[in-house]
């Protein structure tokens, strides 16, 4: 169970349905696990664009009377977001809206741009006035500014500007347009739906509105989607494809596809990897919910060991807003997992869980399952010790609070409590996966920055 790793967000466009925002609702529903801080969609229905988000869960921002009344038309883009306390100001969500010389103009945003605070100070410069903190809004900007008289070359003028992690749904009147950034760090779909068609972060947005997965959006892809024609694509940059790897190891949910590949298949192939570098005699395989269920199936079925659902997550706590002392944070675990003492006393468990970032989670579960009385607890990680911050769109601690980046293996086993402590190995894990390992992203484990 990550600790303080978040994705930021998800993004989900429909052209050409009746029902454009209902599906975009439901959309964001399915990827709701990328950000649950605020929701917005906009809608268009040919005249005007129509604007509704706020802080809150998707449930909690929409409801019938808004996606029927006020976001009509059969266009709709949307997105959900995650952001760091303190910093979740209703300006910071998103659509990002505009009206500008062309008319107007609504942006979502996956991702993260590396060089914003220099194009930010260089826009300010010659005049620009922003109204959030957000990054998504240089793209206004630069949009607003070329000299282009077409939308289309705009967004291509622009997307050279900037640097970064991007997975964009943009709408105007009349058309949407989803791009990709040339190394396609974060995902993004194509489906049909009906007469018209979808892009989403993942495709479990998909399988919810039935609609039909045709194809990634290529990483440096424009796809541009306008009334009774196909969507054409141009190819805006060569691909030099960099995918998220922690997108199987974490943040996807199992049931969708990512980059082409099931999430499933992968996280239960890591199980199986981890359980050929790193057996250990044992009497249970438990997984740490939800994260760990399946690699912690591949570990059990390749190792023989039985799987046991030895703790149970608690999955209807909300926020809580408790006292940051050392007791409370300690019931705030217990209130989320708790395990089934009857199974565990006297037992010899190997636990399984995606990652360590700061290894204060890991020590609360260990504790937790030794006070039910497991004799050995023995932990393993499907995946490589996280040693670096991501800059690429996903909200990770700094290299100071990363317990990996600060103390060795055998310190990490000390400080956790545990009996045994081993990770996947890096090859280990693009074993796990499809393709070559160079089109990927492993920057949170090795280091090596591709931007
Ligand atoms: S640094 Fe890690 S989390 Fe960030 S894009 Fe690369 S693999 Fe993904």
């Not at 007791?327 to 869980?353: F, Y």
Request: glycine letters at 8%.
């Amino acid at each position: 169970m990550l600790e303080n790793v978040n994705e930021k967000c998800a993004v989900v466009g429909i052209f050409n349905h009746k029902d454009a925002s209902k599906l975009a609702y439901f959309g964001l529903h399915a990827l709701q696990h990328r950000g649950q801080e605020a929701a917005g969609i906009s809608s268009g229905d040919g005249k005007k664009l129509h604007t509704i988000k706020d802080r809150g869960l998707v449930s909690q921002v929409f409801n019938n009377d808004i996606l029927e009344n006020t976001l009509v038309g059969d266009m709709a883009i949307g997105h959900t977001r995650y952001s760091t306390a303190g910093d979740d100001s209703i300006l910071d969500a998103q659509p990002v809206h505009a009206n500008y010389d062309l008319g107007q103009l609504s942006i979502v945003h996956n991702g993260n741009l590396i060089n914003a605070n220099e194009v930010r100070n260089e826009l300010i410069q010659k005049g620009a006035i922003f109204q959030s903190s957000m990054d998504t809004e240089n793209l206004i900007h630069l949009i607003a500014k070329s000299n282009q008289r077409k939308l289309k070359d705009r967004i291509i003028d622009a997307v050279h500007k900037i640097k970064g992690a991007y997975s964009l749904v943009f709408l105007s009147r009349s058309k949407m347009f989803a791009m990709r950034d040339p190394n396609g760090f974060r995902p993004l779909s194509l489906g049909r739906v009906g007469e018209g068609y979808v892009v989403a972060s993942e495709t479990c947005a998909f399988d919810l509105i039935g609609a039909e997965y045709m194809r990634e959006v290529e990483p440096g892809e424009m796809l541009i989607f306008e009334k009774d024609k196909a969507p054409q694509s141009i190819k805006v940059f060569e691909a030099e494809p960099k995918h998220c790897i922690f997108e199987y190891v974490y943040f996807a949910r199992p049931d969708s596809n990512v980059f082409g590949q099931n999430v499933y298949k992968n996280r239960k192939q890591m199980g199986i990897e981890l359980a050929k570098e790193h057996p250990v005699e044992a009497d249970m395989i438990v997984p740490v919910p939800d994260g760990g269920i399946p690699s912690a199936i591949g570990y059990s079925q390749e190792s023989g060991i039985p799987f046991e659902m030895g703790i149970m997550r608690n999955h209807y706590i909300g926020r809580t807003f408790i006292e940051p002392t050392q007791e409370m944070r300690d019931l705030k675990v217990k209130m989320k997992l708790s395990p089934i003492t009857s199974l565990i006393k006297g037992k010899k468990i190997i636990v399984i869980d995606d990652s360590i970032v700061r290894g204060t989670t890991s020590r609360r579960i260990i504790r937790m399952l030794k006070e039910a009385g497991a004799e050995e607890v023995h932990m393993r990680i499907s995946s490589p010790p996280t040693t670096d911050p991501c800059f690429y769109g996903v909200d990770t601690p700094d290299k100071d609070k990363l317990i990996a980046a600060n103390m060795s293996n055998q310190e990490i086993c000390e400080y956790i409590e545990a009996d045994s402590l081993a990770y996947l190995s890096t090859d280990a894990l693009m074993r796990s996966v499809d393709g070559e390992a160079s089109s990927y992203c492993t920057a949170c484990f090795t280091g090596d920055y591709i931007l």
